[in-house]
């Protein structure tokens, strides 16, 4: 169990341009979470992913946002003319439930932007 | 929709004394209660969890949370806090009843310092 990770760890960008992340999840996670972090806030949800299909974004994910999980395994996220409200951590979460048991969610370290 | 409330965004806590770090809910479903922890410049890990039957939770650290339904509170307790505790404590609920969608909804976290 390597964990998940996130690729990049920082990101520094001009406003206006194009920045994308990926995420590895656990091997054997189905279920894939983005969630969006800014200073002095809990995490919030993005959107969600089982396998390949995503199910659900939130209303938070613009038209500028845009997430693929091709084949079920690792996610991007994109985000398209970035601005700077969008300088945040971004955070990925996998998970394999397990029955009807509420799953844990095992997070990756981030990936911080920042757009100047 | 669920809110998840954690009033006190900072807590100095001398070394081997107790804490409590309130955390409160609002949601107009069933809802499983979580807590997970961030330390210095690593990701989210599961402190512990509510699903159901005894309302008292214990993490392998010591730390134990209890679930009380009237006052909808779920409440994280040490009674002897250690230097390496100090990290960001996030309260979480997930609607029990979506079970193919467990996204987290977060409090905005308690910064828990403990003091030598």
């Given at each position: 169990d390597t964990g998940v990770s996130q690729d990049p760890r920082h990101k520094i960008t001009k406003r206006g341009q194009n920045v994308t992340f990926r995420c590895d999840p656990i091997s054997e996670h189905n279920r894939l979470y983005w969630y969006r972090q800014t200073l002095g806030q809990g995490p919030e949800f993005l959107t969600y992913f089982q396998n390949e299909a995503q199910l659900e974004k939130s209303?938070?994910?613009?038209?500028?946002?845009?997430?693929e999980r091709p084949k079920g395994s690792f996610s991007t996220l994109e985000i398209q003319r970035t601005e700077q409200g969008?300088?945040?951590m971004y955070l990925c979460a996998s998970s394999f439930p397990r029955g009807r048991s509420a799953e844990t969610q095992y997070f990756g370290p981030g990936t911080r932007l920042l757009v100047l | 929709a669920q809110s998840v409330t954690q009033l006190d965004s900072q807590v100095p806590v001398f070394e081997e004394a107790p804490v409590e770090l309130?955390?409160?809910y609002s949601s107009?479903?069933?809802?499983?209660?979580?807590?997970?922890?961030?330390?210095?410049?690593?990701?989210?890990?599961?402190?512990?969890?509510y699903l159901s039957g005894s309302t008292l939770v214990e993490s392998i650290n010591g730390f134990e949370a209890e679930f009380n339904k009237s006052q909808t509170s779920f409440h994280l307790r040490k009674p002897s806090?250690?230097?390496s505790d100090?990290?960001?404590?996030?309260?979480?609920?997930?609607?029990?009843?979506?079970?193919g969608n467990e996204k987290l909804t977060f409090g905005t976290g308690t910064r828990l310092t403990i003091i030598p």
């Open positions: 209303r938070l994910l613009s038209d500028r946002f845009s997430a969008d300088s945040a | 309130r955390c409160n107009s479903v069933s809802v499983y209660l979580f807590w997970y922890v961030q330390y210095p410049n690593q990701g989210l890990q599961l402190l512990l969890k806090v250690h230097i100090t990290a960001e404590y996030f309260c979480a609920v997930s609607d029990k009843s979506n079970f």
